[in-house]
């Protein structure tokens, strides 16, 4: 599986307006979280300990690490990294003036050992990063986020030789089977968050049979969901005026 990455661009220096931009890669994320139920059942295969034995483990270790941190103690796990504590706080013009009540919030600091760290001249089949664009994965995955135009140009613009009309069969069969993508971020516009990854649906087919009423009698949409990663609850619907005949 590889990092992949879109193309974003972003002000030289964001306090400056219409200050020049310039493109960078943002590494974007796909699907849900990880979650503990899935480690643990990576997991087991390297153990003989079961699934729940591997979850206690890991919540109770949480649970002791968050014992020491309010200890005021750094966690120091051997191959995955140290754990802290700071504090975020507006500042004071006095030493004076600074108390607890100063610290407007605590946060977790996190610095991974070098066994964890992520490099791209890892040689290991294991470590290796393989970097790859969003529009390279879509292709991939039979899709692209700009879609050909279905008039090529090929037939020249001059339209059918011409012939006798005649009635319209019915029903009606409008059939697409091209794959589109669909991209959608729920924080947009706040700045910075550009990956546009909190719903990536694929549209791999639609369908639509139509009755001599021109009313739509059978509709059929094929669609893969390739990522969910939004923090807000959402709901993703069809409306058919009218309802389907």
């Known amino acids: ?22 493109y960078y890669p943002h590494l974007i994320t796909l699907g849900q979280s990880v979650n503990l139920k ?20 890991i919540q109770n270790f949480v649970e002791k690490m ?3 941190l309010l200890e005021g103690k750094s966690v120091n796990i051997e191959g995955l990294g140290v754990f802290m504590l700071t504090a975020c706080s507006k500042g004071a013009d006095a030493a004076k003036d600074v108390n607890a009540k ?3 919030s605590v946060r977790i600091f996190f610095q991974a050992n070098k066994e964890l760290r992520i490099t791209k001249t890892a040689t290991r089949a294991d470590e290796k990063l393989d970097l790859i664009s969003l529009d390279e994965y879509l292709k991939k995955l ?12 090929e037939n020249g613009g001059g339209g059918n030789e011409g012939g006798d009309p005649e009635d319209p069969k019915f029903p009606i069969i409008m059939d697409d089977n091209r794959n589109y993508a669909y991209l959608f971020e ?11 990854n ?8 639609r369908k639509i049979s139509i009755n001599k009423s021109n009313k739509a009698e059978e509709f059929t ?25």
């Open 186 to 196: 729920d924080q947009w516009p706040l700045y910075g968050d550009y990956d546009m």
């Open 66 to 68: 968050k014992e020491q």
């Open 221 to 245: 949409l094929s669609l893969d969901l390739s990522a969910a990663g939004a923090t807000k609850s959402s709901c993703q619907c069809h409306y058919a005026a009218g309802g389907i005949q």
């Open 142 to 153: 039979n899709a692209s986020v700009t879609p050909n135009d279905p008039d090529d140009g």
């Open 1 to 22: 599986m590889s990092v992949i990455y879109k193309v974003i661009t972003r002000p030289t220096d964001p306090r400056v307006p219409n200050s020049p931009k310039r």
């Open 102 to 104: 100063s610290v407007d």
């Open 38 to 57: 899935y480690i643990a059942q990576k997991m087991q295969g390297y153990s003989s300990l079961s699934i729940g034995d591997i979850k206690s483990v």
């Open 198 to 205: 909190d719903l990536v649906l694929i549209i791999k087919e």
